[in-house]
T-cell receptor
Framework: EAGVAQSPRYKIIEKRQSVAFWCNPI?????LYWYQQILGQGPKLLIQ????????DSQLPKDRFSAERLKGVDSTLKIQPAKLEDSAVYLC?????????????FGEGSRLTVL | EDQVTQSPEALRLQEGESSSLNCSYT??????LFWYRQDPGKGPEFLFT???AGEEKEKERLKATLTKKESFLHITAPKPEDSATYLC????????????FGTGTRLTIIP
């Protein structure tokens, strides 16, 4: 079974530039999550989708971050304009039962460095 | 606000030397507590779910236990391949299913 796919794996940009990350969840998983993991910290939820709809985006900095999940499958997370403090690994995860069992399947992440 | 505190931040053990990792939590109505393993450059990998105080789960050399205030991940006779960061997360009993993660314990097993 294919896992959660993310791209790109690495991205280096200058501050104030924009960047986009893509995620393809495990087939059949209705719930998709984007987490931000800063070096030395645990993952922090940015946004959670259930099919096409947003369940939780309370910790998404909406002035610069946006995310969409078209057709309830793939998702894109965009940052515009980027700040130095956005340097982190952006993890995409998916789950079958909406996370009720706590079993999320994570991708390998996209590491962003903002200079 | 939910809080998860893990200790120690880092732990170095000799191969075969058993120990425990701690996860203390504060949450309004715990639905579940979860342990994940994260290898360098990888996403977290699910290990266990614990739902109620007194519950225990085992997988190979790992055993997770839960009380009303904390959880322990016991590692028995560890091997070098057990080296990783171990993350603890909690989920509330109401609202959405958001997981709140701790900062993790970085475990190194020396051959």
């Amino acid at each position: 079974e294919a896992g959660v796919a993310q791209s790109p794996r690495y991205k280096i940009i200058e501050k104030r530039q924009s960047v986009a990350f893509w995620c393809n969840p495990i087939s059949g998983h209705a719930t998709l999550y984007w987490y931000q993991q800063i070096l030395g910290q645990g993952p922090k939820l940015l946004i959670q989708f259930q099919n096409n709809g947003v369940v939780d985006d309370s910790q998404l900095p909406k002035d610069r971050f946006s995310a969409e999940r078209l057709k309830g499958v793939d998702s894109t997370l965009k940052i515009q304009p980027a700040k130095l403090e956005d340097s982190a690994v952006y993890l995409c995860a998916s789950s079958f039962l909406g996370g009720l069992t706590g079993e999320l399947f994570f991708g390998e992440g996209s590491r962003l460095t903002v200079l | 606000e939910d809080q998860v505190t893990q200790s120690p931040e880092a732990l170095r053990l000799q191969e075969g030397e058993s120990s425990s990792l701690n996860c203390s939590y504060t949450v309004s109505g715990l639905r579940g507590l979860f342990w994940y393993r994260q290898d360098p450059g990888k996403g977290p990998e699910f290990l266990f779910t614990l739902y109620s105080a007194g519950e225990e789960k085992e997988k190979e050399r790992l055993k997770a236990t839960l009380t009303k205030k904390e959880s322990f991940l016991h590692i028995t006779a560890p091997k070098p391949e057990d080296s990783a960061t171990y993350l603890c997360a909690v989920q509330r009993n109401f609202g959405n299913e958001k997981l709140t993660f701790g900062t993790g314990t970085r475990l190194t097993i020396i051959p």
